[in-house]
């Protein structure tokens, strides 16, 4: 069974840093791509970064050079490095993978960016 829980959500100033965590079970991560999403009050779901199995990242146009998403095959977690953060990266955060014709997500993790 596929499983996902992120972690490292909270609430800091404009220009703070948070890291979030994304611990992966029931797969063999290292032959899948990974992403973290997020979901803002009254917006759809978006993608934020993206890393694939061959480590290649891609990111959202608003948190280039903000974001950084890695990975860490050994211990079967994901990481998502937020620098400079601003009130609009203010959002519920998930990570998710799609197994063959599934997409998995876990419970989110809220990052409120606020003065």
């Known amino acids: 069974q596929v499983r996902l829980v992120e972690s490292g959500g909270g609430l800091v100033q404009p220009g703070e840093s948070l890291k979030l965590s994304c611990e992966i079970s029931?797969?063999?991560?290292?032959?899948?791509?990974m992403a973290w999403y997020r979901q803002a009050p009254g917006n759809q779901r978006e993608r934020v970064a993206l890393?694939?199995?061959?480590?290649?990242?891609n990111y959202q146009d608003s948190v280039k050079g903000r974001f950084t998403i890695s990975r860490d095959n050994m211990k079967n977690m994901v990481y998502l490095q937020m620098n400079n953060l601003k009130p609009e990266d203010t959002a519920v955060y998930y990570c998710?993978?799609?197994?063959?014709?599934?997409?998995?997500w876990g419970q989110g993790t809220q990052v409120t960016v606020s003065s």
């Open positions: 029931g797969v063999v991560l290292r032959i899948y791509d």
């Open positions: 890393i694939t199995a061959g480590g290649t990242t």
């Open positions: 998710s993978i799609q197994v063959r014709f599934d997409t998995y």
